[in-house]
């Protein structure tokens, strides 16, 4: 027991340590849990030698994420992608399973030891690839999307390659997994036999995912505790896993289709939320014992042979990639991302290294060896990723430096900045008669709009000369819907001065936007989130007791009372202090939304005494000035 506490301890901690460290530098958590193993592990000697058999529980945590895997892949979704799973996800991995199988075969081994490579570094890491583009903002780019649709391919693809490894292994090999299956039903029965149980197993799966679970969570839901729910969904996944190695099968696999029959499940969110914790623990468990269990010194002894395996892994696939991309229409900067982004192996090789290591596949040495250069084409993916962000620069400053567009239109209306936000107000506009002047920096956007019959210019918005000739000395209204707030205010302020009477709408970011704004001269500033926030609050009041008429009014109210807070305590803030640290601004705050709580609650209870509605005729000129600052 106290040798356990002590084992707990130190992974842990290592964990606890090197996982927040690796993310804050941009390396995802895989890589975090992979050095915290390699510094309890060969490093420093400290985790006692534990490896092997935390291994076998640690694997537990990759069927839980198969498990949870089926469980987001909802079949009739997945069913509307099939052109782009089959075709760019499955040709990728087809393409670079073959690619890599050949270059092994040239270095000397077997077809069944090259093809087993191949299938473990043909994918790519999903952790650290959507970890990324989240973060950059580009999981809905087209590039992005395709890197999603592979990862996606990749996924299910694990399930297959997991059952043809064994496949691979030579007669006289032995099979790892069997020492630690106890009990097997098919050990003594013929092959017909071995199939009629196997089949049946799979079977019993899908018809108790399908037809025994709902009854079951029902019965439990009447207990109304909170941790049978969690043992229940425990006992799915370490049942099916049970019987999946009785009768001989990766429990991966089972894991994966239950998930898969429950993804429609009105339980699907509840068994998510009830296994993610003990995934996430257990597969951190595993990514630790990969790392403790990793060769340093044969990495110290020949490293300029690993990186130079590692580096030729990711041009070989980006040499897959790239040609897929082109051909599914991917260009320029997203044809880079796609290409430089999924160039790299992936967490689900670890796991098949070892299993194949343990079926008899692979030697330990050659085991080692792949090991080390996923985990070196993992670590180079930051440069990866560094290498498509100067080329997007690159692009940037080329496409900043096209040749502006000669404005040859002008009208009473100008709005600059031609995003989501712009788009609906150019549309409002023309739909009641109105003709627009559009401005935008984006040369991709301009270019779409103009396919939709929309005529706008590209150029810098900022620059006095385009505004000047966009019409700015004679039109009656600017709109400003640029995402910059530092250029906003630039235009803003520009245009207030070269017109005084020019009526200027603007759109802001939050509320130190909103006062910058103020003082910059606009007339009516909207900030992005804050109509659309009141309206969810509004449906909010009316399903916690108030009426229509009295959460509308109340919607009404706090509308008219922030424009009159925002207007005060613009004389308040200061652009060099952050809000929190103006002691006189946060003082006044605190003080103006007290007021304003206690006026609501009066307004509300005086409608349920005279519960007529509101004409706002109290929305006096004074009102009117102070709505400029909302």
Same mark, same amino acid.
């Given at each position: 027991?106290?040798?356990?506490? #002590?084992?707990?301890?130190?992974?842990?901690?290592?964990?606890?340590?090197?996982?927040?460290?690796?993310?804050? $530098?941009?390396?995802?958590?895989?890589?975090?849990?992979?050095?915290?193993?390699?510094?309890?592990?060969?490093?420093?000697?400290?985790?006692?030698? &534990?490896?092997?058999?935390?291994?076998?529980?640690?694997?537990?945590?990759?069927?839980?994420? #198969?498990?949870?895997?089926?469980?987001?892949?909802?079949?009739?979704?997945?069913?509307?992608?099939?052109?782009?799973?089959?075709?760019?996800?499955?040709?990728?991995?087809? #393409?670079?399973?073959?690619?890599?199988?050949?270059?092994?075969?040239?270095?000397?081994?077997?077809?069944?030891?090259?093809?087993?490579?191949?299938?473990?570094?043909?994918?790519?890491?999903?952790?650290?690839?959507?970890?990324? =583009?989240?973060?950059?903002?580009?999981?809905?780019?087209?590039?992005? !999307?395709?890197?999603?649709?592979?990862?996606?391919?990749?996924?299910?693809?694990?399930? %297959?390659?997991?059952?043809?490894?064994?496949?691979?292994?030579?007669?006289?090999?032995?099979?790892?997994?069997? &020492?630690?299956?106890?009990?097997?039903?098919?050990?003594?029965?013929?092959?017909?036999?071995?199939?009629?149980?196997?089949?049946?197993?799979?079977?019993?799966?899908?018809?108790?995912?399908?037809?025994?679970? !709902?009854?079951?969570?029902?019965?439990?839901?009447?207990? !109304?505790?909170?941790?049978?729910?969690?043992?229940?969904? $425990?006992?799915?996944?370490?049942?099916?896993?049970?019987?999946?190695?009785? *009768?001989?099968?990766?429990?991966?696999?089972?894991?994966?289709?239950?998930?898969?029959?429950?993804?429609?499940?009105?339980?699907?969110?509840?068994?998510?939320?009830?296994?993610?914790?003990?995934?996430?623990?257990?597969?951190?468990?595993?990514?630790?014992?990969?790392?403790?269990?990793?060769?340093?010194?044969?990495?110290?002894?020949?490293?300029?042979?690993?990186?130079?395996?590692?580096?030729?892994?990711?041009?070989?696939?980006?040499?897959?990639?790239?040609?897929?991309?082109?051909?599914?229409?991917?260009?320029?900067?997203?044809?880079?991302?796609?290409?430089?982004?999924?160039?790299?192996?992936?967490?689900?090789?670890?796991?098949? *290294?070892?299993?194949?290591?343990?079926?008899?596949?692979?030697?330990?040495?050659?085991?080692?060896?792949? =090991?080390?250069?996923?985990?070196?084409?993992?670590?180079?993916?930051?440069?990866?990723?560094?290498?498509?962000?100067?080329?997007?620069?690159?692009?940037?400053?080329?496409?900043?430096?096209?040749?502006?567009?000669?404005?040859?239109?002008?009208?009473?209306?100008?709005?600059?900045?031609?995003?989501?936000?712009?788009?609906?107000?150019?549309?409002?506009?023309?739909?009641?008669?109105?003709?627009?002047?559009?401005?935008?920096?984006?040369?991709?956007?301009?270019?779409?709009?103009?396919?939709?019959?929309?005529?706008?210019?590209?150029?810098?918005?900022?620059?006095?000369?385009?505004?000047?000739?966009?019409?700015?000395?004679?039109?009656?209204?600017?709109?400003?819907?640029?995402?910059?707030?530092?250029?906003?205010?630039?235009?803003?302020?520009?245009?207030?001065?070269?017109?005084?009477?020019?009526?200027?709408?603007?759109?802001?970011?939050?509320?130190?936007?909103?006062?910058?704004?103020?003082?910059?001269?606009?007339?009516?500033?909207?900030?992005?989130?804050?109509?659309?926030?009141?309206?969810?609050?509004?449906?909010?009041?009316?399903?916690?007791?108030?009426?229509?008429?009295?959460?509308?009014?109340?919607?009404?109210?706090?509308?008219?009372?922030? !424009?009159?807070?925002?207007?005060?305590?613009?004389?308040?803030?200061?652009?060099?202090?952050?809000?929190? &640290?103006?002691?006189?601004?946060?003082?006044?705050?605190?003080?103006?939304?007290?007021?304003?709580?206690?006026?609501?609650?009066?307004?509300?209870?005086?409608?349920?005494?005279? %519960?007529?509605?509101?004409?706002?005729?109290?929305?006096?000129?004074?009102?009117?000035?102070?709505?400029?600052?909302?």
């Amino acid at each position: 027991m106290e040798t356990f506490l #002590l084992n707990a301890t130190i992974y842990l901690g290592a964990a606890v340590v090197a996982v927040p460290i690796a993310i804050r $530098l941009g390396l995802g958590s895989v890589l975090g849990y992979l050095v915290a193993g390699l510094l309890i592990g060969p490093i420093t000697g400290i985790d006692g030698g &534990e490896t092997e058999g935390l291994m076998h529980f640690a694997e537990f945590g990759v069927v839980m994420m #198969l498990f949870i895997i089926g469980l987001e892949l909802d079949p009739g979704a997945l069913w509307d992608m099939r052109h782009r799973l089959m075709g760019l996800g499955g040709l990728q991995v087809l #393409l670079t399973t073959g690619v890599v199988t050949a270059g092994v075969m040239v270095l000397g081994e077997g077809w069944q030891v090259a093809l087993a490579v191949g299938l473990m570094l043909a994918l790519s890491s999903t952790a650290i690839v959507l970890q990324t =583009l989240t973060e950059k903002g580009l999981m809905q780019s087209p590039g992005g !999307r395709s890197s999603f649709s592979v990862l996606l391919t990749q996924d299910i693809a694990v399930i %297959p390659m997991l059952l043809i490894l064994p496949f691979l292994a030579s007669s006289g090999a032995h099979h790892g997994g069997e &020492e630690h299956s106890s009990v097997s039903i098919v050990e003594n029965l013929p092959s017909w036999g071995v199939a009629l149980v196997t089949l049946g197993a799979i079977a019993a799966i899908i018809l108790g995912g399908r037809y025994l679970v !709902r009854p079951v969570f029902n019965f439990i839901g009447r207990a !109304r505790l909170r941790e049978m729910f969690t043992a229940v969904a $425990l006992l799915i996944v370490v049942g099916i896993a049970t019987l999946m190695n009785m *009768v001989g099968l990766s429990p991966a696999l089972g894991a994966f289709l239950a998930g898969v029959m429950l993804a429609n499940s009105e339980f699907r969110h509840q068994l998510e939320t009830d296994i993610e914790p003990f995934k996430g623990l257990l597969l951190g468990l595993f990514f630790i014992t990969v790392g403790a269990g990793m060769d340093v010194r044969g990495f110290i002894a020949d490293p300029a042979r690993l990186i130079g395996l590692a580096v030729l892994l990711m041009a070989a696939k980006a040499a897959v990639l790239a040609p897929l991309g082109y051909f599914f229409h991917l260009r320029g900067r997203n044809l880079w991302l796609f290409t430089l982004g999924l160039a790299q192996a992936g967490e689900f090789g670890f796991l098949m *290294v070892t299993f194949s290591a343990q079926q008899g596949v692979i030697t330990n040495a050659i085991g080692q060896d792949v =090991l080390t250069v996923i985990a070196l084409s993992m670590l180079l993916t930051p440069l990866a990723f560094i290498a498509y962000d100067f080329y997007d620069r690159r692009a940037s400053e080329k496409t900043e430096h096209h040749e502006e567009d000669e404005i040859d239109h002008t009208s009473d209306v100008i709005i600059v900045g031609i995003g989501r936000f712009g788009q609906v107000v150019n549309r409002l506009v023309r739909s009641v008669g109105y003709e627009t002047t559009v401005l935008d920096n984006n040369l991709q956007t301009i270019q779409m709009m103009r396919k939709f019959g929309v005529k706008g210019f590209f150029g810098d918005p900022t620059r006095p000369d385009l505004l000047k000739a966009a019409g700015l000395l004679s039109a009656k209204v600017l709109v400003v819907a640029v995402n910059s707030p530092e250029a906003c205010m630039k235009i803003v302020a520009h245009a207030r001065a070269q017109r005084p009477d020019i009526h200027i709408i603007a759109r802001a970011r939050d509320r130190t936007h909103v006062y910058g704004l103020y003082q910059a001269g606009a007339n009516d500033i909207v900030r992005e989130m804050f109509d659309s926030s009141l309206r969810v609050g509004r449906y909010v009041l009316e399903n916690i007791g108030l009426s229509e008429f009295e959460a509308h009014e109340a919607e009404r109210m706090f509308y008219k009372h922030d !424009r009159h807070i925002i207007r005060e305590l613009a004389n308040y803030w200061d652009p060099k202090l952050r809000a929190d &640290e103006n002691e006189a601004y946060r003082e006044r705050a605190m003080a103006l939304d007290k007021d304003m709580e206690s006026a609501m609650l009066t307004q509300l209870m005086a409608l349920d005494q005279d %519960p007529k509605p509101s004409r706002d005729d109290d929305f006096d000129e004074e009102d009117e000035d102070e709505a400029k600052a909302s």
